[in-house]
């Protein structure tokens, strides 16, 4: 696999997790609009806060790459 290929293959991904990272910030944010959570709501809040979280350090390392 060539340079540019392999570019084009981590450009696919990184815009693969930046979506990711973007319905996972949407959840996240449909969690926080509501006054209370429940205890179900507080771990899936904690949850995504973690991919999410997990998802950037894949972006960051894989823009690393592609430099």
Do not use: C, F
Request: cysteine-free; hydrophobic content about 30%.
């Amino acid at each position: 696999m060539d340079l540019e290929s392999k570019s084009r293959s981590a450009n696919t991904e990184i815009d693969r997790l930046e979506a990711q990272h973007r319905q996972y910030s949407q959840q996240l944010e449909s969690l926080t609009q509501k006054p209370y959570l429940s205890d179900d709501e507080q771990i899936e809040e904690v949850r995504l806060k973690k991919l999410k979280l997990r998802v950037k350090d894949q972006i960051t390392a894989r823009r690393g790459m592609v430099v």
